[in-house]
């Protein structure tokens, strides 16, 4: 007698027309994606969607919202003993044969590094730049040091583009649209022994605030580099 080979069991698939699998439609009908042809659950994605965006919106809104307030608080400034100024630029060139003892002379109040070199062609710029974390009494005394060593001191570089604990004397690494022009006056005010850090920063923001327009090819033009107060 031959053996006849049963066919294995096939599962049955039950139709609910509450939860309907991927790809299972109702008899007769084509297979598909859900969202495909007739009976499309349109308003379950449009839902989705909707959704979706308002969790990117509220997203994006706390992101602003902390990048502000990032910006509003910087961070406290650590003490010179933990963390030296550094002193950074140039002197004149007629200095160049008493440069060792110039640089004694901007490091003698201590917790100073210094990178200072004689500008290769005599004048320096007329420009200094001062972290916000630089203590009021070496603020001042490189203030007197550069105004015995350099060109001068005629311009200041606003201390957003500036490192925190960082001095730049006869600097030409900043733009104009970076600076604000000062005043013998206002250098003098700002070397007053009676400031203490606090009020020394005020002043020195007060007194760099740049220009909103800069001249460009013989025009004004707004200034892309105004920093945000």
Known sequence: MRSVRKAPHLPILYHN???????????????????CGHGARKGSLVTYQSGLKRVVAVGLM????GTAQAAEAPKPCEPVETKGIKVEGYISKKFKKQKRAIIKEFSEMGHIRTAIR?????????????????????ARHVMAKTLKYTSGIESLVTQAFLPTHWIGIGTTTFDEPSQQLVTPEQVKQLMDPAL??????????????????VPFFGLKSKNAKKAVE
Request: charged fraction near 20%; charge should be negative; include cysteine.
């Open 62 to 65: 706390l992101w602003i919202a």
């Open 118 to 138: 004689p500008f290769p062609m005599g004048e320096t710029a007329k420009v200094i730049g001062i972290g916000r974390c630089v203590p009021a009494y070496i």
């Open 17 to 35: 027309p509450q939860a309907n699998p991927v790809g299972v439609r109702d008899a007769g009908s084509a297979i598909g994606p859900p969202e």
């Open 196 to 213: 203490g850090d606090e009020e020394f920063h005020a002043l020195y923001r007060k007194f760099s605030v740049q220009d909103d327009l």
